[in-house]
């Protein structure tokens, strides 16, 4: 009991974020997997058991949209990682405080609201106006319906999503690679390794558990995607933008059919925590600390 005692002050401290969790992660995951049984009507709620789930299945849509957010996600993880890699191992030699530029320069776009950063980038890819096409034109090339071309349209939301969400990346791998001892380094020096060397046998294995890291939450929120869709191309043309977040919005807040809208919130959820458990799986195998 007195050792009860001594740990009510944690536990109390803790009750606001359990609360909060509770109301607002699992409350609404649990509603929405009760949802995902059932079928909404005028008259209220009906049962109907796996009969959403059977026609997600049978849907091309449903899978056409699980096919561009895996192509979505397997480009901006990658690139995006690749990218960050780049920028963190060139500010990484650069004194403090210009290396603390670089990072709050990089870090600031990530910083503005995601709304706002869409709306500049419409702009930009605006056919009649926007800073691409007027390049184009002064290098003597063909403007580009960036938004409105059904083959160029996904790529858009990708350059977009590269240019300005790399900034956590970039942060994390310089900690990172900040955090390496310097010994190491010198003794690959003393060895005859190269600058090339270092990095592959020394540098990047000490970064496993970080690039790990990286890897499983930026997959997790690729898959996630929503608000640049639906405020740039709002799923076209021709559905080659429509990924599965915003076919879970369309099914439920303007088709109102909120059973099939929560059975894709659950596949999703599903196939996300898969997707994570083998990242983590394959990538933390052989992890250096």
């Known amino acids: 009991m007195a050792r009860l005692r001594t740990y009510i002050p944690a536990y109390l ?3 606001p974020s359990c609360l909060l969790f509770f109301c607002f992660m699992f409350l609404p995951i649990f509603k929405g997997l009760q949802l995902s049984f059932q079928k909404w009507t005028l008259a ?3 049962w109907v058991g796996l009969t959403n789930y059977q026609q997600i299945f049978v849907d091309p849509a449903f899978w056409k949209s699980l096919s561009i957010t895996g192509l ?3 480009v901006t993880v990658s690139t995006g990682l690749f990218i960050s890699l780049l920028v963190a191992f060139w500010i990484d030699p650069l004194s403090g405080k210009i290396q603390g530029f670089f990072k709050a320069a990089f870090y600031l776009p990530s910083v503005a609201p995601i709304v706002i950063v ?3 980038w419409g702009w930009l890819y605006n056919p009649s106006f926007g800073l691409f096409n007027y390049l184009l034109d002064k290098f003597g090339l063909e403007p580009v319906l960036w938004l409105g071309d059904p083959d160029v349209a996904l790529i858009s939301i990708m350059i977009m999503t590269l240019a300005v969400g790399q900034g956590p990346n970039i ?3 310089a900690a990172s690679l900040g955090g390496i001892p310097k010994d190491y380094q010198e003794a690959a020096r003393i060895d005859g390794a190269n600058f090339m060397q270092e990095i592959i046998h020394v540098r990047m294995p000490m ?3 970080t690039l790990t890291y990286l890897v499983v939450v930026n997959t997790v929120g690729s898959f996630q995607v929503f608000a640049p869709i639906y405020l740039l191309t709002s799923g076209g043309p021709n559905g080659a933008t429509k990924t599965i977040g915003f076919l879970i ?3 439920a807040f303007k088709k109102f059919d909120f059973g099939v809208a929560s059975a894709q919130a659950v596949i999703l959820l599903i196939l996300v925590m898969i997707i994570a458990v083998i990242q983590f799986r394959s990538m933390s195998s052989d992890l250096e600390y």
Do not use: Q
Request: charged share 15%; proline share 5%.
């Open 13 to 15: 401290f803790l009750l």
């Open 44 to 46: 209220g709620y009906e």
């Open 207 to 209: 970064l496993k558990p």
């Open 249 to 251: 919005y369309e099914n």
């Open 72 to 74: 979505y996600a397997a």
């Open 171 to 173: 942060l994390i791998l």
């Open 118 to 120: 869409s709306i500049l």
